[in-house]
């Protein structure tokens, strides 16, 4: 069965940087990637990476969000600089099935963390 347990986030001003970790148990060969979702909003892909180490982002973070995993530790990453309030939201941790390419649609992932909150604001 798969576990995940996201930490790292807080609150931090504008131009910031915050690293969020994922603590993943029962992951194996699999899809996993970052979501958020704001306070009225629907969730949305952030970052998503293959197996393989394929990366993928969305628009709006590509060149300040970089997305790592550590298989030897079942551990994913998320380094986030030159934070936007934008950026503002509760962030999951997610897990899918084998998948040829990353993906940041939401249903392909099927298991999910509780969230951690990030709040970019001055």
């Known amino acids: 069965q798969v576990h995940l347990v996201e930490s790292g986030g807080g609150s931090v001003q504008p131009g910031g940087s915050l690293k969020l970790s994922c603590a993943a148990s029962g992951v194996t060969t699999s899809i996993m990637g970052w979501f958020r979702q704001a306070p009225g909003k629907e969730r949305e892909g952030v970052a998503g990476i293959h197996s393989g180490g394929r990366t993928t982002y969305a628009n709006s973070v590509r060149g300040r969000f970089t997305i790592s995993k550590d298989s030897a530790n079942n551990a994913l990453y998320l380094d986030m600089n030159s934070l936007k309030p934008e950026d503002t939201g509760m962030y999951y941790c997610?897990?899918?099935?084998?998948?040829?390419?990353?993906?940041?649609?939401?249903?392909?992932?099927?298991?999910w963390g509780q969230g951690t909150q990030v709040t970019v604001s001055s």
């Open positions: 997610a897990a899918g099935p084998p998948f040829y390419i990353p993906s940041l649609a939401p249903g392909r992932y099927n298991t």
